[in-house]
């Protein structure tokens, strides 16, 4: 059964530091992994896709890369923001199984940025 | 605008009163499905719809029902809900499912609670 862990579970920093989470998944055999943003009380937006072929995906200040034989991923965020507080979701969607598509999510990280 | 789209919002009801959730997307999505989110316990699949008419149990189906009529829409139904049914609930979509390159996308949420 997949399993995934971030770290930290929470994170306090101030405005314009860089910051890395991290993802880990017990399973290798997926077909892609996403990160999400979720604001309190919010539904989950997508902030980057990597399928299992690639190594990393980059959108503005954020990058992301995945080391699917080791079950790790990482999301760099650069220059953080007061805006960039919120909770930070892995998930991984599995190419095994019988439950088609499901994705299978982290407890998230709780980033805080303070001016 | 390309969305996923849930209602209601939020509901608060009586134990044992029929009630629907609607999920409808506009990307012409073949995969459809639903989760919920505890604190503590993360997302968690509730349902899962392959296509019009294809639909199969996630992790926590019981006391759930689902329906997929039309490509568009995946309602969620609890027959007969009970306090450990609170919850946020969200609907995700996706084109399909098997290829790393398909995306996820979440609706904004519904949070029920049963009283």
């Known amino acids: 059964k997949q399993e995934v862990t971030q770290i930290p579970a929470a994170l306090s920093v101030p405005e314009g530091e860089n910051l890395v989470l991290n993802c880990s998944f017990t399973?290798?055999?997926?077909?892609?992994l996403q990160w999400f943003r979720q604001d309190p009380g919010k539904g989950l937006t997508s902030l980057l896709l990597?399928?299992?072929?690639?190594r990393e995906q980059t959108s503005g200040r954020l990058n992301a890369s995945l080391d699917k034989s080791s079950g790790r991923s990482t999301l760099y965020i650069a220059a953080s923001q007061p805006g960039d507080s919120a909770t930070y979701l892995c998930?991984?969607?599995?190419?095994?199984?019988?439950?088609?598509?499901?994705?299978?999510f982290g407890q998230g990280t709780i980033l805080t940025v303070h001016p | 605008e390309a969305q996923v789209t849930q209602n209601p919002r939020y509901l608060i009801t009586v134990t044992g009163k029929k009630l629907t959730v609607t999920c409808s997307q506009n990307?012409?999505?073949?995969?459809m499905s639903w989760y919920r989110q505890d604190p503590g316990l993360g997302l968690r699949q509730i349902y899962y719809?392959?296509?019009?008419?294809?639909?199969d149990k996630g992790d926590v189906p019981e006391g759930y029902k689902v329906s997929r009529k039309e490509k568009r829409n995946f309602p969620l139904i609890l027959e007969s809900p009970s306090p450990n049914q609170t919850s946020l609930y969200f609907c995700?979509?996706?084109?399909?499912?098997?290829?790393?390159?398909?995306?996820?996308?979440f609706g904004p949420g519904t949070r029920l609670t049963v009283t």
């Open positions: 995700a979509s996706s084109l399909s499912v098997g290829d790393s390159s398909y995306e996820q996308y």
């Open positions: 399973d290798s055999a997926i077909y892609n």
């Open positions: 990597i399928q299992s072929s690639q």
């Open positions: 998930a991984v969607q599995d190419a095994g199984g019988t439950s088609y598509g499901k994705l299978t």
């Open positions: 990307m012409n999505h073949e995969y």
């Open positions: 719809s392959m296509n019009v008419e294809v639909t």
